[in-house]
Nanobody, 120 residues
Framework: QVQLVESGGGLVQPGGSLRLSCVAS????????MGWYRQAPGQQRELVGN???????NYADSVKGRFTISRDNAKNTVYLQMNNLKPEDTAVYHC??????????????WGQGTQVTVSS
Protein backbone atom coordinates (compact mmCIF):
# COMPACT_ATOMS: atom_id res chain seq x y z
CA GLN A 1 0.00 0.00 0.00
CA VAL A 2 1.13 3.53 -0.81
CA GLN A 3 0.15 6.67 1.07
CA LEU A 4 0.32 10.13 -0.53
CA VAL A 5 0.29 13.24 1.63
CA GLU A 6 -0.02 16.68 0.07
CA SER A 7 0.94 19.97 1.67
CA GLY A 8 1.42 23.60 0.73
CA GLY A 9 -2.09 24.71 -0.10
CA GLY A 10 -3.67 27.87 1.21
CA LEU A 11 -5.15 31.25 0.42
CA VAL A 12 -3.26 33.49 -1.99
CA GLN A 13 -4.05 36.68 -3.87
CA PRO A 14 -4.30 36.73 -7.66
CA GLY A 15 -0.83 36.90 -9.16
CA GLY A 16 0.70 35.15 -6.16
CA SER A 17 2.54 31.86 -5.91
CA LEU A 18 2.28 28.61 -4.01
CA ARG A 19 4.33 25.46 -3.96
CA LEU A 20 2.61 22.14 -3.34
CA SER A 21 4.42 19.04 -2.19
CA CYS A 22 3.34 15.40 -2.19
CA VAL A 23 5.28 12.73 -0.36
CA ALA A 24 4.70 9.06 -1.12
CA SER A 25 5.41 6.41 1.48
CA UNK A 26 4.86 2.68 1.88
CA UNK A 27 6.16 -0.49 0.31
CA UNK A 28 7.27 1.13 -2.93
CA UNK A 29 9.43 -1.03 -5.13
CA UNK A 30 9.48 1.46 -7.98
CA UNK A 31 7.75 4.78 -8.63
CA UNK A 32 6.56 5.58 -12.11
CA UNK A 33 4.55 8.63 -13.12
CA MET A 34 3.51 11.24 -10.59
CA GLY A 35 1.18 14.13 -11.11
CA TRP A 36 -1.36 16.63 -9.95
CA TYR A 37 -5.07 16.87 -10.57
CA ARG A 38 -7.56 19.43 -9.33
CA GLN A 39 -11.26 19.55 -8.68
CA ALA A 40 -13.26 22.73 -8.32
CA PRO A 41 -16.73 22.73 -6.71
CA GLY A 42 -19.30 21.27 -9.05
CA GLN A 43 -16.71 20.28 -11.63
CA GLN A 44 -14.97 17.08 -12.61
CA ARG A 45 -11.44 16.32 -11.57
CA GLU A 46 -8.99 17.46 -14.24
CA LEU A 47 -5.34 16.92 -14.95
CA VAL A 48 -3.04 19.80 -14.03
CA GLY A 49 0.17 18.11 -15.08
CA ASN A 50 2.29 15.03 -14.64
CA UNK A 51 5.90 13.94 -14.74
CA UNK A 52 7.24 10.61 -15.84
CA UNK A 53 10.07 8.62 -14.33
CA UNK A 54 12.32 10.12 -17.00
CA UNK A 55 11.31 13.65 -15.96
CA UNK A 56 9.20 14.19 -19.07
CA UNK A 57 6.36 16.56 -18.23
CA ASN A 58 2.87 17.25 -19.51
CA TYR A 59 0.63 20.18 -18.59
CA ALA A 60 -2.94 21.28 -19.09
CA ASP A 61 -3.15 24.19 -21.52
CA SER A 62 -4.66 26.37 -18.80
CA VAL A 63 -1.52 26.21 -16.65
CA LYS A 64 1.27 26.09 -19.23
CA GLY A 65 3.87 28.76 -18.58
CA ARG A 66 2.62 29.32 -15.02
CA PHE A 67 2.95 25.93 -13.28
CA THR A 68 6.00 23.70 -13.07
CA ILE A 69 6.13 20.09 -11.92
CA SER A 70 9.29 18.51 -10.57
CA ARG A 71 10.15 15.41 -8.58
CA ASP A 72 12.77 14.12 -6.18
CA ASN A 73 13.05 10.39 -6.77
CA ALA A 74 15.19 9.80 -3.70
CA LYS A 75 12.39 11.20 -1.54
CA ASN A 76 9.45 9.88 -3.59
CA THR A 77 8.20 13.45 -3.69
CA VAL A 78 6.54 15.49 -6.41
CA TYR A 79 6.21 19.26 -6.37
CA LEU A 80 3.95 21.74 -8.11
CA GLN A 81 5.23 25.30 -8.33
CA MET A 82 2.31 27.57 -9.15
CA ASN A 83 3.01 31.13 -10.24
CA ASN A 84 0.76 33.94 -11.41
CA LEU A 85 -2.23 32.26 -9.79
CA LYS A 86 -5.70 33.16 -11.00
CA PRO A 87 -9.10 32.86 -9.29
CA GLU A 88 -9.96 30.04 -11.70
CA ASP A 89 -7.11 28.00 -10.22
CA THR A 90 -9.13 27.67 -7.03
CA ALA A 91 -9.69 23.98 -6.37
CA VAL A 92 -8.69 21.00 -4.27
CA TYR A 93 -5.42 19.73 -5.65
CA HIS A 94 -4.81 15.99 -5.52
CA CYS A 95 -1.56 14.15 -5.97
CA UNK A 96 -1.47 10.96 -8.03
CA UNK A 97 1.25 8.36 -8.31
CA UNK A 98 1.69 5.09 -10.16
CA UNK A 99 3.85 2.69 -8.18
CA UNK A 100 4.93 -0.92 -8.11
CA UNK A 101 4.42 -2.60 -4.75
CA UNK A 102 4.82 -6.21 -3.61
CA UNK A 103 1.14 -6.56 -2.71
CA UNK A 104 -0.69 -4.53 -5.34
CA UNK A 105 1.72 -4.79 -8.26
CA UNK A 106 1.40 -1.72 -10.51
CA UNK A 107 -1.36 0.54 -9.17
CA UNK A 108 -2.50 4.14 -9.12
CA UNK A 109 -2.76 5.97 -5.80
CA TRP A 110 -4.37 9.26 -4.73
CA GLY A 111 -3.79 11.73 -1.96
CA GLN A 112 -6.61 13.31 0.03
CA GLY A 113 -6.00 16.72 -1.48
CA THR A 114 -5.01 20.20 -0.42
CA GLN A 115 -7.16 23.29 -0.90
CA VAL A 116 -5.87 26.17 -3.01
CA THR A 117 -7.92 29.35 -2.93
CA VAL A 118 -7.03 32.34 -5.09
CA SER A 119 -8.91 35.42 -4.01
CA SER A 120 -8.38 39.06 -3.20
Amino acid sequence: QVQLVESGGGLVQPGGSLRLSCVASGSIMRMYGMGWYRQAPGQQRELVGNIGSGDNTNYADSVKGRFTISRDNAKNTVYLQMNNLKPEDTAVYHCNAVALTPRDNLSSYWGQGTQVTVSS
